[in-house]
């Protein structure tokens, strides 16, 4: 099952981000049991930030895997604040931006990391992959 929410005015495409935690997880070999996804603003996820990895400052994502194989249960948290300054920033539309973090963030939950330069490389890879499946399935 798949839960988003959304705590903010700003509106988000709840069928859109459906499709793309649906195409990623399941692209990865993996299953849904139960994701909740939580869409917030800048003030929300730093607080989760500085509470669970003791970071004073707001971030596009941070995802929580709750337990292990391949029936993914978990939870993520994105700043839409923080996602729409980033498509400024890197020159993409807010819904794509969006939907790229998303997509991270379930990457996240399947096991990818993106500490070193090579996993931040191979995450961006499988997100162009994910993000091109996606628009097709619209």
């Known amino acids: 099952m798949i839960t988003i929410s959304n705590t903010t005015k700003q509106k988000i495409p709840k069928r859109l981000i459906s499709l793309a935690i649906e195409e990623t997880i399941e692209g990865e070999k993996h299953s849904i049991s139960d994701i909740s996804a939580v869409y917030c603003g800048d003030k929300f996820i730093k607080k989760i930030n500085e509470k669970y990895l003791s970071h004073h400052y707001a971030t596009d994502t941070i995802s929580f895997r709750l337990n292990k194989g391949t029936l993914v249960e978990g939870e993520f948290y994105i700043s839409l604040d923080t996602v ?12 794509q931006e969006l939907i790229r973090v998303t997509i991270h963030s379930c990457l ?13 490389a191979l995450m961006f890879k499988k997100e162009n992959k994910y993000i091109s499946k996606v628009i097709t399935l619209l």
Request: charged share 35%; no cysteine.
């Open 84 to 95: 729409r300054q980033n498509a400024i920033r890197f020159y993409s539309s807010y819904k």
């Open 108 to 120: 996240h939950l399947v096991g990818y990391k993106d500490n070193t330069k090579d996993e931040k």
